[in-house]
């Protein structure tokens, strides 16, 4: 029997549109990691982290995820590349959202990161408000199953 209580017990491998919303980390800055988990915590998602580019996307190709949010600004392989190279993955999990997190906010590096195959911009910092916000307007069937499997 399942435990409810325990809605991170299941494991980041089962997909499904049933299940809460799983998120992937990416950012080198493990401040900025832990605020974002604790953000998408208390929007009833199931995430997991990685702190660069290589592991993200290995993370990605592994499991499936809904949404994987993506530091721009990463040493060794920045998050455009790893959008670039998740994009090149094999079919379903090249199709997974990236949402770009950045400090730049220009015009110029909202078009970079669309050309780099992200599915959508925040900037930095983040607040939860604006986060949900845009979760509920682009992730697909987010606010059913955040009611679902609602915040501990
Ligand atoms: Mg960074």
Redesign the pocket.
């Known amino acids: 029997m399942e435990d409810r209580s325990q809605p991170n017990a299941r494991g980041a491998s089962e997909p499904g549109p049933s299940g809460p919303v799983r998120a992937l980390v990416v950012?080198?800055?493990p401040i900025?990691r832990r605020v974002l988990r604790l953000m998408l915590r208390r929007l009833g998602c199931v995430i997991e982290d990685a702190m660069d580019g290589a592991t993200a996307i290995e993370k990605v190709t592994e499991r499936r995820f809904d949404l994987v949010f993506m530091?721009?600004?990463?040493?060794m392989m920045d998050?455009f590349e790893a959008t670039r190279r998740i994009r090149r993955l094999a079919p379903p999990h090249n199709e997974v959202l990236v949402v770009a997190t950045t400090a730049y906010v220009t015009h110029d590096d909202e078009r970079r990161c669309y050309a780099a195959g992200m599915t959508g911009f925040l900037p930095k910092p983040l607040d939860r408000k604006a986060l949900g916000e845009w979760m509920r307007a682009r992730v697909p069937g987010f606010v059913e199953r955040s009611q679902q499997f609602p915040c501990m």
């Open positions: 950012d080198d800055n900025n530091d721009c600004e990463m040493p998050g």
